[in-house]
């Protein structure tokens, strides 16, 4: 299984919106609404921020949002802010109770 | 709180074997998977592998099979992850986090500080 695709970085001005996408085939991403991701920053442990392809656990800002379309996935941050800068990462389930594969990682500079 | 705390950092030499731990609070460890997390140094996320700690089921990655052993220990709370023969390859930093895939919902959540592992002769 290869890594699900995403841009290696994105960017944005404090106050605007940016889309990290995620694209995967009809036997991850497509096949099932379990896209779920996760905001690393340096150093530290990954953080559910969207599970379930759009809903935003307790204690994530709503100006975090998940949708899907096909094998694509994405993740939109509006209002950006300082503290959004980190990696983010993009995970599907992939089938059989056996698999789950990752995005290969975005990198988010708040300009 | 529910939380995942895992062993410290670990440095060894190729061929020794090493087991890391992980041991949850806060909430019923029989009802959730864990799962196991690697990130090579200024690498991504990769999927290792799960246990169900209620019967000791795993399933690995492709990738992994074979190469690690996931067990856990339901009376203490703690799931392992162990090498028999490590490489310098395995140098990592490796994560657990509680896998939930009940009521038609997934999420890895929370997650455990880490472990780092270092393989070095």
């Known amino acids: 299984q290869s890594a699900l695709t995403q841009p290696r970085s994105v960017s944005g001005s404090p106050g605007q919106s940016v889309t990290i996408s995620c694209t995967g085939t009809?036997?991850?991403?497509?096949?099932?609404?379990?896209v779920s991701w996760y905001q690393q920053h340096p150093g530290k442990a990954p953080k559910l921020m969207i599970y379930?392809?759009?809903k935003r656990p307790s204690g994530v800002p709503d100006r975090f949002s998940g949708s899907k379309s096909g094998n694509t996935a994405s993740l939109t941050i509006s209002g950006l802010q300082a503290e959004d800068e980190a990696d983010y990462y993009c995970?599907?389930?992939?089938?059989?109770?056996?698999?789950?594969?990752f995005g290969g990682g975005t990198k988010l500079t708040v300009l | 709180e529910v939380q995942l705390v895992q062993s410290g950092a670990e440095v060894k030499k190729p061929g020794e074997s090493l087991r890391i731990s992980c041991k949850g609070s806060?909430?019923?460890?029989?009802?959730?998977?864990i799962t196991w997390v690697r990130q090579m140094p200024g690498k991504g996320l990769e999927w290792m592998g799960r246990?169900?700690?209620?019967?000791?089921?795993?399933t690995y990655s492709p990738s992994f099979q074979g190469h690690v052993t996931i067990s856990a220990d339901k009376s203490i709370s703690t799931a392992y992850l162990q090498w028999s023969s490590l490489k310098a390859s395995d140098t990592a930093m490796y994560y657990c986090a509680r896998l939930s895939f009940l009521s038609s919902s997934n999420w890895f959540d929370p997650w455990g500080q880490g472990t780092l592992v270092t393989v070095s002769s």
């Open positions: 246990i169900d700690p209620s019967d000791s089921y795993t």
């Open positions: 806060g909430y019923s460890f029989t009802i959730y998977w």
């Open positions: 995970c599907s389930y992939a089938g059989s109770y056996t698999s789950w594969i």
């Open positions: 379930d392809v759009t």
């Open positions: 009809s036997s991850d991403v497509g096949g099932y609404n379990y």
